[in-house]
C-alpha cells in the first residue's frame, strides 16, 4: 500500500489488517494469555509507534534483544507479581540495550567509516577545501558546539559536504584530543565562503548555527534552504521535525541522536574519528533530505516560491529578534509578584474554606493534590467530574460555577507568582546580561510565530515573551535612549476574510472605517449601525456582541454545542442562528462552503496566492454509521471519534485559510520591516506578539519616523485592492504603557501627561 503524508508517499502495510492485530493483541492481553511473541507484536502495531520512527527503532532493538535471549524482563520485588509486559518497560529496557550496544555501535562507526569522509586537520588539507568550494554552488554545513546557548556556548568544529566533489569533511578546533587546526585560523580561512551570496548554504536548524557564527564574531551568508522549516512547509504534520527522525522517515537511513550515542558528554569530549562520522554523517544526510524536498517542493512552484522569498529571509530576521533581547525592571518583577503571591494566598484560604465541608481526608485539604480535589469539588458542586484537567473539565464549567472560576484562577496566580519571583531573574543570560525568548516561525501547523522554550537548551534561560499577561508587560523596558513603538495589524483576520470572500458588507466597513461586526449586525437585524454599535458607556450592544461570538465562533473552528453553551441557547438554535446570520451575507456564506467543499474534496485548503497548504486529511474520511439513539454507546466510541475527527476538520477549513494567510502578511512585512531597520541607526524589530510588531527605535524620532512604520504594515502586503490594512501605534518606554502619537512629546521624548 501507499501512504500519502502531505506530498510525500511511502510505502507501508495496510492499515486495516494491522488495526486489526491490534484488537485482537488487545483481546489476548485482557483474557491473561498473551505470549511475549504476542505482546510485541500489540506494542509495535501502536499507532504511536508506528508514527514515531525513533520510538519503532527503539523498541525494535529491544525485542530483537529479547528474542535473541541477550536479555530479559525487568525484575520484580520479591513477593510481587510480574505484571503485563507494556510498552513503557520496554522503553525503560532500552536503555539497558542501548549500554550494551553503545560502544559497539561507535566502534562500528568507526570501522565502517566511507571512504569520502575525511578529517581536516592539516594546513594542506585545508586549503584544498578552501580551493574546492569556490566550484560548489551550495553546499550543508553544520556546526558542532559545547551546548545549545548561541549567546555562551562555543563551536568545537564544523562539518561540510561537498556534493560536486562528493566530499564530507569535519574540521574539528577545539576537542580535548586531537591533532587540530586552530578556530581562528579555520573561521578566518573560510571568511570568503562564509560571507559569500553566491554559494549557498543548506543546514537543518539554521537560526543556530547563524547564531553561533556570530557569537564568535562572524557571519553566515547565503542560506539558501533550512531543512527543518522546508519540512513543515512539505508536510505541517510531521510528528517530529529533529533530522534523526526525519532520516529514517524519508531516506531510509537509521541515525541515533547524540544522546543516544554521546548521552553526559560534550561533543569536544568526542574521539576525533567518531566526531567525523558523526558530523560528516549530520551534513550527508541534511543535504540528501534537501535534495528530497527540493524534489517534492519544485511540483508546487508557489510554494517553492514562497519558502525561498519569505521563510528563508525570516531566519535571519529571527536571528537579530532574538540576539537584541530585553532588559528587564527586576524591581517590578518582585512587586508584581508578591501582588500575585498575595493574590493566590487569598483564593487558597477562599478555596479551602468553601471545600473543606467536603473533604474526607484527615489532614488539611491540599489544593494542588488531583486525588483530593476531584472527590471535594465534585460532591460541592454536585457533578461527578471525571478528572481534574483544566482544559478539558474545568475551564467549560468555569461560568456556571463560580469555585470553579476561583480555582483556575488560583492555579494561574500561583503559577505566575513564581515565575516572576523566583524564575524571571534566573533568566537573565550571563554573556549578554540581557533576557533572550526563542521564536519559532512555524510554531503552529498554520504558520505563526510561536514563542518559549527550545526543547534542547537545558540551561532554563528561554520564556514565552508572547505569553507576558499584560500586567507583567511593563517589566520590559526599552534601553536607555530609545522607545519601543508598537504597530499592529488592525482586524487581521477579518480583513482577510473580507479580501477572500469578497463580501460587499465587510469591504464596505473596511472601506469607509466602520466596525465589521456592527455593520453585519446592522445588515442581519435590518437596524441602523449607530444602533448596533456601541452602547452609551462603551460597552457593546447585544446585537454586536452575539454577531462577534457567532462570527469567532466560525472562524475559530467552535462547533455548535459549545456556540449554543456561550450564548446560552440549545446546539439546534446555533446553528439555526448561525445560518440564518452568514444567509444574510450570501458571498461571505458561499465562501464558507466552498473552504468545506474544498477540503471535503481534496484533504487540505490554501492559503493566500497559493503559497502554503493546510493539510487535514482526516476531512477526506467517510462518516461511519452510528445507528439511531446509539450515539453515547460506549459500542459506538470508535464512531464517534472517527466522525468527530472528520468534523473537526471541516470546521478548521476556514481557519486555517485565515491564519494560514495572516501568517504570510505578518512575515512579509516583518522580511521588509528588518531591511527597513537595518537602513536605519539605531532600529531593530523588538518583537512580534499575535498580531502586532514592535519596533526599538532612538527617543528622537520624528513623525516622519513613524509614518514610516505606518507605511510597513499598511502596504508591505495588502490584501487586494478593495480591503485596505489599517493600524494602530503607540508609543512606549515600558511595554503596555504606550500612548498614541498625538500623546507624545516629541522635544520632552516622554508622554505629554508626564511633562
Given at each position: 500500500?501507499?501512504?500519502?503524508?502531505?506530498?510525500?508517499?511511502l510505502?507501508?502495510?495496510?492499515?486495516?489488517?494491522?488495526?486489526?492485530?491490534?484488537?485482537?493483541?488487545?483481546?489476548?492481553?485482557?483474557?491473561?494469555?498473551?505470549?511475549?511473541?504476542?505482546?510485541?507484536?500489540?506494542i509495535?502495531?501502536?499507532?504511536?509507534?508506528?508514527?514515531?520512527?525513533?520510538?519503532?527503532?527503539?523498541?525494535?532493538?529491544?525485542?530483537?534483544?529479547?528474542?535473541?535471549?541477550?536479555?530479559?524482563?525487568?525484575?520484580?520485588?520479591?513477593?510481587?507479581?510480574?505484571?503485563?509486559?507494556?510498552?513503557?518497560?520496554?522503553?525503560?529496557?532500552?536503555?539497558?540495550?542501548?549500554?550494551?550496544?553503545?560502544?559497539?555501535?561507535?566502534?562500528?562507526?568507526?570501522?565502517n567509516?566511507?571512504?569520502?569522509?575525511?578529517?581536516?586537520?592539516d594546513?594542506?588539507?585545508?586549503?584544498?577545501?578552501?580551493?574546492?568550494?569556490?566550484?560548489?554552488p551550495?553546499?550543508?554545513?553544520?556546526?558542532?558546539?559545547?551546548?545549545?546557548?548561541?549567546y555562551?556556548?562555543e563551536?568545537?568544529?564544523?562539518?561540510?559536504?561537498?556534493?560536486?566533489?562528493?566530499?564530507?569533511?569535519?574540521?574539528p578546533?577545539?576537542?580535548?584530543?586531537?591533532?587540530?587546526?586552530?578556530?581562528?585560523?579555520?573561521?578566518?580561512?573560510?571568511?570568503?565562503?562564509?560571507?559569500?551570496?553566491?554559494?549557498?548554504?543548506?543546514?537543518?536548524?539554521?537560526?543556530?548555527?547563524?547564531?553561533?557564527?556570530?557569537?564568535?564574531?562572524?557571519?553566515?551568508?547565503?542560506?539558501?534552504?533550512?531543512?527543518?522549516?522546508?519540512?513543515?512547509?512539505?508536510?505541517?504534520?510531521?510528528?517530529?521535525?529533529?533530522?534523526?527522525?526525519?532520516?529514517?522517515?524519508?531516506?531510509?537511513?537509521?541515525?541515533?541522536?547524540?544522546?543516544?550515542?554521546?548521552?553526559?558528554?560534550?561533543?569536544?569530549e568526542?574521539?576525533?574519528d567518531?566526531?567525523?562520522?558523526?558530523?560528516?554523517?549530520?551534513?550527508?544526510?541534511?543535504?540528501?533530505?534537501?535534495?528530497?524536498?527540493?524534489?517534492?517542493?519544485?511540483?508546487?512552484?508557489?510554494?517553492?516560491?514562497?519558502?525561498?522569498?519569505?521563510?528563508?529571509?525570516?531566519?535571519?530576521?529571527?536571528?537579530?529578534?532574538?540576539?537584541?533581547g530585553?532588559?528587564?525592571?527586576?524591581d517590578?518583577?518582585?512587586?508584581?509578584g508578591?501582588?500575585?503571591?498575595?493574590?493566590?494566598?487569598?483564593?487558597?484560604?477562599?478555596?479551602?474554606?468553601?471545600?473543606?465541608?467536603?473533604?474526607?481526608?484527615?489532614?488539611?485539604?491540599?489544593?494542588?493534590?488531583?486525588?483530593?480535589?476531584?472527590?471535594?469539588?465534585?460532591?460541592?458542586?454536585?457533578?461527578?467530574l471525571?478528572?481534574?484537567?483544566?482544559?478539558?473539565?474545568?475551564?467549560?464549567?468555569?461560568?456556571?460555577?463560580?469555585?470553579i472560576?476561583?480555582?483556575?484562577?488560583?492555579?494561574?496566580?500561583?503559577?505566575?507568582?513564581?515565575?516572576?519571583?523566583?524564575?524571571?531573574?534566573?533568566?537573565?543570560?550571563?554573556?549578554?546580561?540581557?533576557?533572550?525568548?526563542?521564536?519559532?516561525?512555524?510554531?503552529?501547523?498554520?504558520?505563526?510565530?510561536?514563542?518559549?522554550?527550545?526543547?534542547?537548551?537545558?540551561?532554563g534561560?528561554?520564556?514565552?515573551?508572547?505569553?507576558?499577561?499584560p500586567?507583567?508587560?511593563?517589566?520590559?523596558?526599552?534601553?536607555?535612549?530609545?522607545?519601543?513603538?508598537?504597530?499592529?495589524?488592525?482586524?487581521?483576520?477579518?480583513r482577510?476574510?473580507?479580501?477572500?470572500?469578497?463580501?460587499p458588507?465587510?469591504?464596505?466597513?473596511?472601506?469607509?472605517?466602520?466596525?465589521?461586526?456592527?455593520?453585519?449586525?446592522?445588515?442581519?437585524?435590518?437596524?441602523?449601525?449607530?444602533?448596533?454599535?456601541?452602547?452609551?458607556?462603551?460597552?457593546?450592544?447585544?446585537?454586536?456582541?452575539?454577531?462577534?461570538?457567532?462570527?469567532?465562533?466560525?472562524?475559530?473552528?467552535?462547533s455548535?454545542?459549545?456556540?449554543?453553551?456561550t450564548?446560552?441557547?440549545?446546539?439546534?438554535?446555533a446553528?439555526?442562528?448561525?445560518?440564518?446570520?452568514?444567509?444574510?451575507?450570501?458571498?461571505?456564506?458561499?465562501?464558507?462552503?466552498?473552504n468545506?467543499?474544498?477540503?471535503?474534496?481534496?484533504?487540505?485548503?490554501?492559503?493566500?496566492?497559493?503559497?502554503?497548504?493546510?493539510r487535514?486529511?482526516?476531512?477526506?474520511?467517510?462518516?461511519?454509521?452510528?445507528?439511531?439513539?446509539?450515539?453515547n454507546?460506549?459500542?459506538?466510541?470508535?464512531?464517534?471519534?472517527?466522525?468527530?475527527?472528520?468534523?473537526r476538520?471541516?470546521?478548521?477549513?476556514?481557519?486555517?485559510?485565515?491564519?494560514?494567510?495572516?501568517?504570510?502578511?505578518?512575515?512579509?512585512?516583518?522580511?521588509?520591516?528588518?531591511?527597513?531597520?537595518?537602513?536605519?541607526?539605531?532600529w531593530?524589530?523588538?518583537?512580534?506578539?499575535?498580531?502586532?510588531?514592535?519596533?526599538?527605535?532612538?527617543?528622537?524620532?520624528?513623525?516622519?519616523?513613524?509614518?514610516?512604520?505606518?507605511?510597513?504594515?499598511?502596504?508591505?502586503?495588502?490584501?487586494?485592492?478593495?480591503?485596505?490594512?489599517?493600524?494602530?501605534?503607540?508609543?512606549?518606554?515600558?511595554?503596555?504603557?504606550?500612548?498614541?502619537?498625538?500623546?507624545?512629546?516629541?522635544?520632552?521624548?516622554?508622554?505629554?501627561?508626564?511633562?
Amino acid at each position: 500500500m501507499t501512504l500519502e503524508i502531505g506530498e510525500i508517499k511511502l510505502k507501508g502495510g495496510d492499515a486495516s489488517p494491522a488495526k486489526a492485530k491490534v484488537q485482537e493483541a488487545e483481546k489476548r492481553k485482557q483474557s491473561a494469555t498473551e505470549t511475549l511473541e504476542e505482546a510485541w507484536e500489540r506494542i509495535l502495531s501502536s499507532k504511536g509507534v508506528q508514527t514515531n520512527a525513533s520510538k519503532l527503532r527503539r523498541l525494535t532493538e529491544v525485542r530483537d534483544a529479547m528474542l535473541a535471549g541477550e536479555i530479559g524482563r525487568e525484575p520484580v520485588p520479591e513477593g510481587k507479581k510480574q505484571g503485563k509486559f507494556s510498552a513503557a518497560e520496554a522503553e525503560r529496557l532500552w536503555q539497558v540495550v542501548n549500554e550494551r550496544n553503545r560502544e559497539r555501535k561507535l566502534q562500528e562507526m568507526v570501522d565502517n567509516t566511507p571512504e569520502n569522509y575525511e578529517l581536516i586537520t592539516d594546513v594542506l588539507r585545508f586549503h584544498k577545501l578552501i580551493n574546492l568550494l569556490e566550484s560548489e554552488p551550495i553546499v550543508a554545513i553544520d556546526t558542532e558546539t559545547t551546548g545549545v546557548d548561541v549567546y555562551t556556548d562555543e563551536m568545537v568544529g564544523l562539518s561540510i559536504t561537498l556534493p560536486n566533489a562528493d566530499w564530507h569533511i569535519y574540521i574539528p578546533f577545539g576537542h580535548d584530543e586531537g591533532v587540530q587546526l586552530n578556530r581562528d585560523y579555520v573561521i578566518e580561512g573560510l571568511r570568503d565562503f562564509l560571507y559569500s551570496e553566491s554559494i549557498g548554504k543548506v543546514l537543518h536548524n539554521a537560526m543556530f548555527d547563524i547564531a553561533m557564527f556570530r557569537r564568535h564574531g562572524y557571519d553566515l551568508k547565503g542560506v539558501a534552504w533550512d531543512t527543518m522549516t522546508a519540512m513543515h512547509i512539505l508536510n505541517e504534520n510531521e510528528p517530529s521535525f529533529k533530522l534523526k527522525d526525519l532520516a529514517p522517515r524519508y531516506l531510509g537511513v537509521e541515525s541515533d541522536t547524540f544522546d543516544e550515542l554521546f548521552k553526559g558528554k560534550l561533543f569536544s569530549e568526542i574521539p576525533l574519528d567518531i566526531a567525523l562520522v558523526y558530523a560528516a554523517k549530520d551534513t550527508h544526510l541534511t543535504w540528501d533530505l534537501y535534495e528530497f524536498q527540493l524534489r517534492h517542493l519544485e511540483k508546487m512552484p508557489s510554494i517553492l516560491e514562497y519558502y525561498r522569498e519569505v521563510e528563508v529571509p525570516i531566519l535571519y530576521v529571527i536571528v537579530d529578534l532574538e540576539a537584541n533581547g530585553y532588559i528587564l525592571d527586576l524591581d517590578f518583577a518582585e512587586e508584581y509578584g508578591q501582588k500575585l503571591h498575595d493574590r493566590a494566598e487569598e483564593l487558597r484560604t477562599e478555596l479551602i474554606e468553601i471545600l473543606t465541608p467536603y473533604h474526607e481526608g484527615e489532614l488539611v485539604l491540599n489544593l494542588n493534590s488531583p486525588a483530593q480535589m476531584k472527590p471535594a469539588l465534585s460532591a460541592c458542586i454536585g457533578v461527578n467530574l471525571p478528572n481534574m484537567d483544566a482544559k478539558k473539565t474545568l475551564k467549560p464549567l468555569r461560568d456556571k460555577y463560580p469555585i470553579i472560576d476561583k480555582l483556575l484562577e488560583y492555579k494561574t496566580v500561583t503559577k505566575l507568582s513564581g515565575t516572576y519571583i523566583d524564575t524571571l531573574p534566573t533568566k537573565q543570560n550571563p554573556t549578554t546580561k540581557r533576557w533572550h525568548s526563542r521564536f519559532n516561525p512555524m510554531g503552529t501547523v498554520t504558520g505563526r510565530f510561536s514563542s518559549g522554550k527550545d526543547e534542547e537548551n537545558e540551561t532554563g534561560r528561554e520564556f514565552n515573551v508572547q505569553n507576558q499577561p499584560p500586567e507583567a508587560r511593563p517589566m520590559f523596558v526599552a534601553p536607555k535612549g530609545k522607545v519601543i513603538v508598537g504597530a499592529d495589524f488592525k482586524a487581521q483576520e477579518i480583513r482577510c476574510v473580507a479580501y477572500m470572500s469578497q463580501e460587499p458588507v465587510l469591504i464596505e466597513a473596511f472601506r469607509t472605517g466602520r466596525d465589521p461586526y456592527a455593520m453585519m449586525a446592522a445588515t442581519f437585524y435590518k437596524r441602523p449601525y449607530e444602533e448596533v454599535y456601541k452602547n452609551e458607556d462603551g460597552s457593546d450592544t447585544p446585537e454586536r456582541k452575539k454577531m462577534k461570538v457567532v462570527w469567532l465562533a466560525t472562524l475559530y473552528g467552535m462547533s455548535d454545542f459549545s456556540l449554543g453553551d456561550t450564548l446560552g441557547i440549545s446546539r439546534k438554535e446555533a446553528t439555526e442562528f448561525k445560518e440564518e446570520i452568514f444567509g444574510s451575507m450570501p458571498k461571505l456564506n458561499a465562501w464558507l462552503k466552498e473552504n468545506e467543499d474544498f477540503v471535503r474534496k481534496y484533504g487540505f485548503v490554501w492559503a493566500d496566492k497559493k503559497a502554503r497548504k493546510r493539510r487535514l486529511p482526516d476531512a477526506k474520511l467517510r462518516k461511519k454509521r452510528i445507528p439511531y439513539g446509539k450515539w453515547n454507546d460506549p459500542a459506538y466510541k470508535e464512531q464517534r471519534m472517527h466522525n468527530a475527527s472528520i468534523n473537526r476538520a471541516m470546521r478548521q477549513a476556514t481557519n486555517a485559510r485565515v491564519q494560514g494567510s495572516s501568517s504570510i502578511q505578518t512575515k512579509v512585512t516583518m522580511v521588509k520591516a528588518h531591511e527597513y531597520c537595518q537602513t536605519r541607526e539605531g532600529w531593530a524589530l523588538w518583537g512580534t506578539v499575535h498580531d502586532e510588531l514592535l519596533f526599538e527605535i532612538p527617543e528622537d524620532f520624528t513623525q516622519e519616523d513613524l509614518k514610516a512604520i505606518e507605511n510597513l504594515m499598511l502596504y508591505a502586503y495588502p490584501w487586494g485592492d478593495s480591503v485596505p490594512n489599517g493600524t494602530d501605534l503607540e508609543i512606549m518606554t515600558k511595554w503596555g504603557q504606550g500612548v498614541p502619537p498625538e500623546a507624545w512629546d516629541f522635544e520632552r521624548h516622554q508622554p505629554k501627561e508626564a511633562v
